[in-house]
């Protein structure tokens, strides 16, 4: 599983948030601290050069993929949370906002895509037709050995070209509950706590490759789809099927509702079309519950894809902003918040992913926005003369976290129930 991703950037955050710990480096060793740290040093085409290596050696090699079992990825899931009774679950799509709102809960959130890296090194991020026949070639050995789940190729060489030119992104998307999702729930999950299904409903056009296989060319971000198919080589799509990476495929619901049936437990849902949808919402909400425990919940912190912490933001009662990516349409839907909302302090982090993409919003742009603060707006661990392509941020984030001041209260949790009457309040989410 490749630990850059999303859902794995998530789901080990928030584990770390439920054993009151938080989330330095990316959730990465220690080790890699330092040649990342040095990474400044390097003129910024070395920078992405070594950018690009890393990624791609975090693959596991196309003649390992029959040896992939998924549903012992699964069991590493659930074991990443600490033991004990939880008084929910959290599962479905990737959400950085609602990873917040899970550790503010104290509920684990179980993922439904997760992201194979296959190594191709020395690819050419541009040759469409060479990344859809990688797929073709290598995909059906991992599908043959786990029939649970969906293949979403995603190949997207506007945001991801570094890595792209190293690896190929197999995301997996559950069909059926794991079983070890199901024992997870049994166990752990109290006969009064709710199943809280997330269910993106991303969308992208995609070329159908097999029964249980498409490609997708392009991903959410700073491109639409129509432009990503304007690309001289694009492969024509036939069908829409759940975006890659953040899209919930419907085939897991039924799964959820069967069991929930057999355990006689309860279903809930949260349905919006946007990773950037819930932000707001999230925010609105831990905010009325910080200013009810007593905090002047005056300090917004705005994350920024996976460089976030949950537990952190948690002690020093600041109020999570989550932007899914560093583009204009989180830019756009930030500046739409700050429009009623407003505070203080306002800390802007920012994900570098090495290139100057299409649809990317400048050093400029989050800086002007964190200017909006009464007080103070800043760039926090961020060198932007150096963004995108700021590596050593990905180490001096944690720092600069742990630099400001701490809540006036200690910790306890948000009731699941008020954080979901909360969502309701904003019209992009549906709460049934």
């Not at 043959?144 to 190949?155: S, Y």
């Not at 959410?220 to 036939?238: C, K, N, R, V």
């Amino acid at each position: 599983m490749a630990s850059f991703d999303s859902a794995s950037a998530f789901l080990t955050a928030l584990a770390r948030a439920l054993e009151h710990r938080d989330f330095p480096h990316l959730g990465q060793s220690r080790l890699k601290v330092p040649p990342v740290y040095a990474s400044q040093f390097l003129p910024e085409r070395l920078r992405r050069r070594a950018y690009a290596i890393a990624s791609g050696r975090e693959g596991v090699r196309p003649g390992r993929l029959a040896d992939i079992d998924l549903e012992r990825v699964a069991a590493w899931v659930v074991g990443k949370y600490p033991p004990g009774p939880v008084p929910a679950v959290f599962l479905g799509s990737s959400n950085g906002a609602l990873t917040h709102l899970a550790a503010t809960c104290g509920v684990p959130w179980l993922p439904q895509t997760l992201l194979v890296p296959v190594r191709r090194p020395r690819a050419d991020p541009g040759d469409y037709r060479a990344a859809l026949d990688f797929g073709i070639r290598h995909g059906p050995v991992l599908l043959d050995a786990n029939p649970g789940v969906e293949l979403h190729h995603m190949h997207d060489a506007n945001q991801d070209a570094l890595s792209a030119s190293q690896m190929a992104y197999f995301r997996v998307k559950w069909r059926r509950l794991p079983a070890a999702y199901e024992r997870f729930l049994h166990a752990r999950l109290p006969s009064d706590g709710p199943v809280v299904v997330v269910r993106d409903g991303s969308t992208w056009p995609v070329t159908r490759v097999g029964d249980r296989h498409v490609f997708q060319l392009g991903a959410q971000g700073g491109m639409t789809p129509e432009e990503y198919l304007e690309e001289p080589g694009a492969p024509s799509p036939d069908e829409v099927a759940a975006e890659a990476e953040w899209g919930f495929a419907d085939e897991l619901l039924n799964s959820v509702r069967d069991w929930a049936d057999r355990e006689h437990r309860r279903v809930v849902e949260i349905r919006y079309k946007h990773p950037q949808d819930p932000a707001a919402a999230v925010a609105e909400t831990i905010r009325g519950w910080l200013q009810e425990r007593g905090e002047a919940a005056r300090r917004l912190l705005v994350s920024s894809f996976i460089v976030h912490d949950p537990w952190r933001t948690i002690t020093t009662a600041s109020v999570p902003f989550w932007t899914f990516f560093p583009v204009r349409r989180a830019a756009a839907d930030l500046a739409a918040y700050l429009d009623h909302a407003m505070y203080d302090d306002i800390d802007v982090l920012l994900f570098n992913h090495g290139t100057r993409s299409r649809g990317l919003a400048d050093a400029r742009t989050w800086q002007e926005l964190a200017g909006r603060a009464r007080a103070r707006g800043r760039l926090l661990g961020v060198d932007p003369t150096a963004f995108p392509a700021d590596f050593a941020g990905f180490a001096r984030y944690a720092k600069a976290l742990r630099s400001l001041p701490e809540a006036t209260r200690p910790w306890s949790p948000l009731a699941v129930d008020d954080a979901l009457a909360g969502l309701t309040s904003d019209p992009r989410l549906v709460v049934t």
